[in-house]
């Protein structure tokens, strides 16, 4: 993963120098200060993408603390995490503010139930159906290990999130 983040303009540790970019952002990897980076929005949003994707790993655990200047990447085992379904934040999107899972996604685990699995092996398995691996690699859903929800917008119902909506347009609900 180091190699991954210098080959998207990380600075390492070693050739850092804090007069020149006081305002970088710190990198660390699994606790580890590693180096910097000018464009941490960027960053971040590039490392997110490619872990909704599947290209990075899905238990992946990418935090990023704005006040102190910090992306911390924790890739380790043991961490405790549990899958949270996403809401599309792309700004250009039109589904913007809602949640990524729609009807196509549901209908592809509803047509898993009709593939006949008898015989194969697990991998076969994965392979054939869209399951939860699909939903994965899709960017419906992804893991959240503890520090990674504490920076994390997390809604629990779709009424809450009807109700963020609505706030953000101005509309208070009135409490009964």
């Known amino acids: 993963i180091q190699d991954f983040m210098t080959q998207r303009n990380m600075e390492l540790l070693e050739e850092y120098e804090p007069n020149v970019s006081p305002n970088a952002t710190k990198i660390f990897i699994n606790g580890v200060w590693v180096g910097v980076h000018r464009d941490p929005?960027?960053?971040?949003?590039?490392?997110?993408?490619?872990?909704?994707?599947?290209?990075?790993?899905?238990?992946?655990?990418?935090?990023?603390?704005?006040?102190?200047?910090e992306f911390k990447i924790f890739t380790d085992a043991g961490r405790v995490c549990?899958?949270?379904?996403?809401?599309?934040?792309?700004?250009?999107?039109?589904?913007?503010?809602?949640?990524?899972?729609?009807?196509?996604?549901?209908?592809?685990?509803?047509?898993d139930q009709e593939i006949d699995v008898s015989g194969m092996n697990d991998d076969e398995r994965d392979e054939k159906r869209y399951g939860w691996k699909g939903l994965l690699q899709s960017g419906v859903?992804?893991?959240?290990?503890?520090?990674?929800?504490?920076?994390?917008?997390?809604?629990?119902?779709?009424?809450?999130?009807?109700?963020?909506?609505?706030?953000?347009?101005?509309?208070?609900?009135?409490?009964?």
């Open 41 to 69: 929005t960027q960053l971040v949003s590039v490392v997110k993408k490619l872990r909704r994707d599947g290209t990075l790993s899905a238990e992946m655990s990418l935090i990023r603390d704005v006040r102190d200047r």
């Open 82 to 111: 549990r899958p949270l379904f996403i809401i599309d934040d792309d700004p250009f999107s039109p589904n913007k503010g809602n949640l990524v899972l729609a009807r196509e996604h549901i209908d592809k685990l509803e047509a």
């Open 141 to 176: 859903v992804e893991y959240m290990d503890a520090e990674e929800e504490e920076v994390a917008m997390i809604t629990m119902t779709p009424d809450d999130l009807r109700a963020h909506h609505r706030a953000r347009q101005g509309i208070i609900d009135e409490e009964d």
